[in-house]
């Protein structure tokens, strides 16, 4: 079927009992056993829940793999991912990753003898030299947040494959809608479904999507064995959204598209990170492996004392974290996303006082346009 299809049907035919149309809120922890060893394929929640199963299968569909598997947030699903793997292993990692990606590898997940290097997976030199026999996992967020840099996903996979290593993608600023990792030769990839996927900026979720069986197998057992699921009400909302990611997208990507141009010519903005834009270095490389440049921007403003005065200037523009939903909102990476990145390291990677970020949400583009303008002056 077709993606809008998809979004709407995939994963969720009506309820055989009822003929309910919308998967209902299985607000449960366990389930009737008709006797010993004798149950309808559900016993407890953690291990199995029908809402949860619903999305997914949705997800999966989307991302056109076979296995999806729900967790509480992002930062849980990439946790469950990161437990494949034990000490000695060497995880190489795209050095902008979302800084709660960066905080769980440096600072939880270091102790336990996993090796990380991150690097600017962008440069395909830089991911060459970065390899070693003891490579398990390339671990990829592309485009990045939030410079927007962009890493070629089937060319890393391919140099991946050569050495017998896996390559993650966390899709969750491009949405399946945009970009499909699995289908370039990645072989997991990861959502934070708090944002486009729900988009909606109701509930915190994760989700896995992948192909292979014996993975996905040993990725349900920790699922249940960590305990780290969502429960049935958020993965109700989280299915509510995708029915709309198709037309959503859509929207929140032609608003991006105009309030990058418009960026890129103002005076008051030294400098516009958006794929989109034709002078961005991998403009040609986004074009080509994507089906769209997302709907995130940054740009500099010049100092940490405009960007609060921008930051505050806004109405329509929402001051908070995250992003993904239909409203836009607005953001200072380097003391909210990237607080946790120690300075030297945000200054490396281009996050300066200056920087803001923008999720350009689908409200009309002549309200956005003129918020932005007037903050901005
Ligand atoms: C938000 C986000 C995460 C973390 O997801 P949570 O649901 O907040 O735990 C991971 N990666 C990216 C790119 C994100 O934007």
């Known amino acids: 079927m077709g993606f809008y299809t998809d979004c709407i049907h995939a994963g969720q035919a009506p309820d055989d009992k009822t003929g309910a149309v919308i998967t209902p809120i299985f607000q449960t922890s366990t389930y009737k056993q008709d006797g010993i060893g004798k149950h309808r394929g559900y016993e407890y929640a953690r291990t ?37 793997f034990g000490p000695g292993d060497e995880i190489v990692v795209t050095a902008n990753v979302y800084g709660g990606t960066y905080r769980l590898f ?68 491009m949405s399946p809608f945009l970009q499909t990792p699995l289908a370039m030769g990645a072989d997991i990839v990861v959502h934070s479904t708090t944002k486009f996927l ?10 896995v999507v992948l192909n292979d069986d014996a993975t996905a197998q040993r990725l349900r057992f920790l699922q249940n064995a960590v305990g780290a699921v969502p429960g049935p009400m958020d993965c109700f909302l989280a299915l509510r959204g995708t029915k709309t990611l198709a ?19 103002n005076k008051g903005v030294s400098r516009v990170n958006y794929p989109g834009l034709p002078d961005h270095p991998h403009h040609a490389l986004a074009k080509r492996q994507a089906r769209g440049f997302g709907a995130v921007i940054s740009f500099d403003v010049g ?5 609060d005065q921008v930051l505050r200037s806004v109405k ?56 932005l303008d007037r903050a901005l002056r």
Not at 158 to 164: C, K, L, R, S, T
Not at 198 to 207: E, L, T
């Open 48 to 84: 199995a829940n029908p809402t949860r199963e619903a999305l997914e299968r949705n997800v999966a569909a989307l991302e056109r793999g076979k296995h999806g598997l729900a967790y509480s947030s992002g930062m849980a699903a990439t946790d469950t991912i990161l437990r494949l």
């Open 106 to 173: 440096e600072m939880v997940l270091k102790r336990y003898g996993l090796v990380f290097r991150f690097i600017d997976t962008a440069d395909l030199d830089e991911v060459e030299r970065a390899l070693t026999p003891k490579t398990k996992l390339i671990y990829l967020e592309s485009p990045t947040n939030p410079m927007l840099r962009v890493t070629d996903i089937a060319k890393v996979a391919e140099m991946a494959h050569a050495i017998g290593a896996r390559v993650c993608v966390d899709n969750t600023f």
């Open 198 to 207: 729900n988009g909606h900026s109701d509930m915190v979720g994760g989700i």
């Open 247 to 265: 037309v959503r997208m859509r929207q929140h990507e032609e608003n991006a598209r105009v309030l990058a141009k418009f960026l890129a010519e």
């Open 303 to 307: 100092s940490l004392e405009r960007a």
């Open 316 to 371: 329509v523009f929402t001051l908070a974290e995250s992003l993904g939903g239909v409203e836009s909102l607005i953001s200072h990476p380097a003391s909210m996303t990237h607080g946790s990145v120690p300075e030297s390291d945000r200054t490396k990677l281009g996050v300066t006082p200056g920087l803001v970020r923008i999720s350009v949400g689908i409200e009309d583009i002549e309200d956005l346009e003129a918020d």
